[in-house]
């Protein structure tokens, strides 16, 4: 009989890589993971990884057993739902992945009103940016995210089923009294002080490539994973920012403006595709889309 635990951390070494990331993300020591595959591969008589160089990958034979292992894990997951519930009311766990101006935004009202509907429903939730929260539902570490399909570092491929829930405009925010007139061109801010998000971030991205097309390379001041540190520091006057609209928290005494040249990223709920329906998960997505 094979073990499910096992079984999930070859499916996430399928999806993140190595495994020391899949230690970190169970948990476990790298030497553990190791040792649990390899009692794996004793189970199922099948050389399930191998060797190049000071990496290991998964054999064919490993890549389809990792790939039967997530459908036959969220199976599991359904079943034991199932047997929970009885009936129709949605019951267990549902893992909602958000990045940070959703979570308060769309995901914590969505629970809140959840939490009176359904009281044995649980919905976890993450703190994931686009690039954390593909991963994370391709290895089974979260039943749904909200993502963008705007942040091609992670592209959206045919293995996820997307929700749409809203889009966002993204505004240039300054420090309050600078307000200015009309939509804002961002030539105009050449020779300010920017606060942006950690490299390799969507925001950051984004930020970096919106200058760059308006002619200039900002001097970035401050880096922060935050955006409530990056609206304090703009609103002391230190910086501006270019951030999403929902994550323009109103305790905030900052001014927004448009972009002249509108950006505006399309904000959509996912999940994997062949994932069995549970009536948790479905009741959780329509809490999203039907938000206020």
């Given at each position: 009989?094979?073990?499910?635990?096992?079984?999930?951390?070859?499916?996430?070494?399928?999806?993140?890589?190595?495994?020391?990331?899949?230690?970190?993300?169970?948990?476990?020591?790298?030497?553990?993971?190791?040792?649990?595959?390899?009692?794996?591969?004793?189970?199922?008589?099948?050389?399930?990884?191998?060797?190049?160089?000071?990496?290991?990958?998964?054999?064919?034979?490993?890549?389809?057993?990792?790939r039967r292992a997530r459908a036959v894990l969220d199976?599991?997951?359904?079943?034991?739902?199932?047997?929970?519930?009885?009936?129709?009311?949605?019951?267990?766990?549902?893992?909602?992945?958000?990045?940070?101006?959703?979570?308060?935004?769309?995901?914590?009202?969505?629970?809140?009103?959840?939490?009176?509907?359904?009281?044995?429903?649980?919905?976890?939730?993450?703190?994931?940016?686009?690039?954390?929260?593909?991963?994370?539902?391709?290895?089974?570490?979260?039943?749904?995210?909200?993502?963008?399909?705007?942040?091609?570092?992670?592209?959206?491929?045919?293995?996820?089923?997307?929700?749409?829930?809203?889009?966002?405009?993204?505004?240039?925010?300054?420090?309050?009294?600078?307000?200015?007139?009309?939509?804002?061109?961002?030539?105009?801010?050449?020779?300010?002080?920017?606060?942006?998000?950690?490299?390799?971030?969507?925001?950051?991205?984004?930020?970096?490539?919106?200058?760059?097309?308006?002619?200039?390379?900002?001097?970035?001041?401050?880096?922060?994973?935050?955006?409530?540190?990056?609206?304090?520091?703009?609103?002391?006057?230190?910086?501006?920012?270019?951030?999403?609209?929902?994550?323009?928290?109103?305790?905030?005494?900052?001014?927004?403006?448009?972009?002249?040249?509108?950006?505006?990223?399309?904000?959509?709920?996912?999940?994997?595709?062949?994932?069995?329906?549970?009536?948790?998960?479905?009741?959780?997505?329509?809490?999203?889309?039907?938000?206020?």
């Amino acid at each position: 009989m094979l073990n499910p635990w096992r079984l999930s951390l070859l499916s996430r070494l399928d999806s993140l890589g190595t495994i020391r990331a899949v230690a970190s993300a169970s948990n476990l020591s790298p030497s553990s993971v190791s040792q649990q595959l390899a009692v794996l591969e004793a189970e199922t008589h099948t050389q399930l990884l191998e060797r190049t160089g000071r990496r290991v990958r998964l054999t064919p034979a490993g890549l389809v057993l990792a790939r039967r292992a997530r459908a036959v894990l969220d199976h599991m997951e359904t079943v034991e739902a199932e047997l929970r519930s009885l009936g129709d009311e949605p019951v267990g766990r549902v893992r909602l992945g958000a990045f940070q101006s959703a979570v308060h935004s769309l995901a914590v009202p969505a629970v809140t009103r959840l939490a009176d509907a359904h009281p044995h429903l649980q919905v976890e939730l993450l703190d994931l940016e686009p690039h954390e929260s593909l991963p994370a539902l391709r290895a089974g570490d979260a039943d749904i995210i909200i993502t963008t399909t705007d942040f091609v570092e992670q592209p959206l491929g045919p293995d996820v089923d997307l929700v749409p829930l809203t889009t966002d405009p993204v505004v240039l925010v300054l420090p309050p009294g600078r307000a200015g007139r009309g939509p804002a061109d961002l030539a105009a801010y050449a020779g300010e002080a920017w606060a942006f998000e950690k490299p390799q971030s969507y925001m950051a991205n984004l930020a970096t490539r919106l200058c760059r097309e308006s002619g200039f390379e900002p001097r970035v001041v401050c880096r922060f994973s935050n955006y409530l540190l990056t609206l304090q520091h703009v609103e002391a006057g230190l910086s501006i920012a270019l951030l999403p609209g929902l994550a323009v928290d109103p305790r905030y005494r900052v001014t927004t403006r448009e972009l002249a040249v509108p950006v505006t990223r399309t904000i959509t709920a996912a999940v994997r595709r062949g994932s069995p329906q549970r009536a948790a998960v479905n009741v959780v997505l329509d809490a999203l889309r039907h938000h206020p």
